[in-house]
């Protein structure tokens, strides 16, 4: 009895755009998401997977009017294509042919991010680093994994599980934190303001805000026991002439990180008693080889050590979760 013959054989090549365009619907499970992703017409990505089917013999997507899901061929194929399409990114990068890297400083303001961005161009100026402002590492997750960002700024912790599992990060700065107050108010004559004098404020920490759920997370640990209460949400403000607008409007302290950006009528205090420190992480896509990250991490590296920025002063505070995180280094 002859063993079963196979029901495809193994094609010889396979064009990694089409694997590209596999992986991309894999992800967004969408195709007019996905061919928007890719800058190609809807009708360009559909024949492209078809034209991968036909090569591998095998359905990769079980599709219906309502939804697109992977079949279990697709399921199948796609770690192998993940693998593939970073050797293939490795290979084009070791050769100078990277495309350039975005990157996320979360707002234009933001000294830590920005520092770094700028050491890294230094490092590698034959390499386009691109900086882009999302805003918080919430959002930014979800366009780093969607393949719109390449590397972010902020507080690993905060993310959700499922997306940490996704991410690399390298630990960059405990950066201490600050409140800004209105030019007027009780506290403001002070160099610096310990959390006790806090008691009975009601500090805006960007509650309701999607993109920066972990900011204020952050502070619902750092005011817990302290008898500082979080700032019901605010309208969304786009920009920082909105965002002043909407804060001169409600006059609640602010709480934000040392070298926030100034604010018309208002002072920024540093926290004290104890120093409360935001841990910053680079975070990266799990599998992402490119220059531009290689630049970005050497560049974080070195201003760590010679600003001192991954050292805390004893007594300082950091919830035990970001300790715990923040210490695992790739």
Excluded at 264 to 279: G, H, I, K, N
């Amino acid at each position: 009895m002859s063993a079963p013959a196979s029901h495809h054989s193994a094609p010889h090549h396979l064009d990694p755009r089409l694997l590209r365009a596999f992986v991309t619907v894999a992800e967004e499970l969408h195709f007019t998401r996905a061919a928007a992703r890719l800058f190609v017409a809807q009708q360009a990505l559909s024949r492209d997977i078809r034209r991968l089917e036909r090569e591998l013999g095998a359905d990769l997507f079980v599709r219906s009017t309502r939804r697109v899901t992977l079949s279990a061929d697709g399921e199948r194929l796609l770690p192998y294509a993940r693998r593939v399409l970073a050797a293939h990114d490795e290979l084009l990068a070791a050769f100078g042919e990277a495309r350039p890297l975005l990157v996320d400083l979360n707002s234009p303001g933001l000294a830590t991010g920005r520092r770094v961005l700028h050491r890294a161009r230094e490092l590698a100026p034959e390499h386009e680093l691109m900086a882009r402002f999302e805003s918080g590492l919430t959002f930014a997750a979800g366009e780093l994994l969607a393949g719109r960002l390449d590397a972010s700024f902020g507080r690993f912790a905060g993310l959700d599980p499922v997306l940490r599992a996704q991410l690399d990060q390298q630990p960059v700065r405990y950066e201490p934190m600050a409140i800004v107050l209105p030019e007027d108010h009780r506290l403001a004559a002070l160099s610096e303001v310990p959390l006790a004098a806090l008691a009975g404020e009601t500090v805006y920490a960007g509650a309701g805000n999607p993109r920066t759920p972990e900011w204020t997370d952050l502070a619902r640990q750092l005011f817990e026991g302290r008898g500082i209460d979080i700032a019901p949400p605010a309208p969304l403000a786009v920009g920082d002439e909105e965002f002043q607008r909407i804060m001169a409007k409600m006059r609640n302290p602010i709480l934000v990180v040392v070298d926030f950006p100034p604010m018309a009528r208002t002072v920024l205090r540093p926290l004290v008693d104890p120093v409360p420190f935001s841990p910053v992480s680079l975070v990266w896509r799990k599998g992402l080889a490119h220059p531009g990250i290689d630049a970005l991490r050497q560049a974080a590296a070195q201003l760590a050590s010679e600003e001192g920025w991954l050292r805390r002063p004893v007594g300082g505070w950091i919830p035990a979760t970001d300790l715990n995180t923040i210490s695992v280094r790739k």
